[in-house]
């Protein structure tokens, strides 16, 4: 179970930069 919550936090922080990148490129 706690290898499951680590992949999850591990998306998430891979997740938050890549939207921050996509929604830049969309606004500029």
């Known amino acids: 179970m706690p290898s499951f919550f680590k992949y999850m936090g591990w998306s998430i922080l891979l997740l938050i930069p ?5 929604t830049f490129v969309f606004f500029l």
């Open 18 to 22: 890549t939207f921050i990148i996509i």
